[in-house]
T-cell receptor, first 117, second 115 residues
Framework: AQTVTQSQPEMSVQEAETVTLSCTYD???????LFWYKQPPSRQMILVIR??????QNATENRFSVNFQKAAKSFSLKISDSQLGDAAMYFC??????????????FGKGTHLIIQP | GAGVSQTPSNKVTEKGKYVELRCDPI?????LYWYRQSLGQGPEFLIY????????DSGLPNDRFFAVRPEGSVSTLKIQRTERGDSAVYLC???FGQGVNSPLHFGNGTRLTVT
């Protein structure tokens, strides 16, 4: 079974600074997708960014970018120019390819990100 | 347009009671998922519907848990003889079509507390 590990239960960063959240995963598959979700106190999971394993180029979405190291099975999230609204739980997630099976996601335990004003 | 709606937002029940949790997905979304998120954990997959049928229920922890989606839209997660260990946030998500590359849309969850 696939596993997703987030080794940082909590991270703190000053507003406007940069922070990196770590994630490693274990899989024997070659085609898969990786995601970072944000969960504010409202409990709704919000997609931040996603990466297709077959793409070598790291995904970016405005202030959010990833460092995807396929051989190392590492998928870290970098948040630049941190804002107070970025404070939330962040979950790394793994999903497999098209059709068949559950197509559900396997989530890590999450990292609580605190933004210091 | 409305997102994924889950009701109730919070539910408190006594041990041994029966509960139903409702999920109203985004209109037109054929795939629907239930996840359970225990305190301090990430969401864990419970069951996946494609249309009206449960395509994968391998995540349901035991036979006290059951889910239906009779018309391919609204889904109900049913828990019989609730136990204190069932206390968690139950998240519902939907997507259009199949395939993990189609974005998942989550609801705000139902927080179930079993006393």
């Amino acid at each position: 079974a696939q596993t997703v590990t987030q080794s940082q239960p909590e991270m703190s960063v000053q507003e406007a600074e940069t922070v990196t959240l770590s994630c490693t995963y274990d899989t024997s598959e070659s085609d898969y997708y990786l995601f970072w979700y944000k969960q504010p106190p409202s409990r709704q999971m919000i997609l931040v960014i996603r990466q297709e394993a077959y793409k070598q180029q790291n995904a970016t979405e405005n202030r959010f970018s990833v460092n995807f190291q396929k051989a190392a099975k590492s998928f870290s999230l970098k948040i630049s120019d941190s804002q107070l609204g970025d404070a939330a739980m962040y979950f790394c997630a793994y999903g497999e390819g098209l059709g068949g099976g559950a197509d559900g996601l396997t989530f890590g335990k999450g990292t609580h990100l605190i933004i210091q004003p | 347009g409305a997102g994924v709606s889950q009701t109730p937002s919070n539910k408190v029940t006594e041990k041994g009671k029966y509960v139903e949790l409702r999920c109203d997905p985004i209109s037109g979304h054929t795939a629907l998922y239930w996840y359970r998120q225990s305190l301090g954990q990430g969401p864990e997959f419970l069951i996946y519907f494609q249309g009206t049928g449960a395509a994968d229920d391998s995540g349901l922890p035991n036979d006290r848990f059951f889910a239906v989606r009779p018309e391919g839209s609204v889904s109900t997660l049913k828990i019989q003889r609730t136990e204190r260990g069932d206390s968690a946030v139950y998240l519902c998500a939907s997507r259009f079509g199949q395939g993990v590359n189609s974005p998942l849309h989550f609801g705000n969850g139902t927080r179930l507390t079993v006393t």
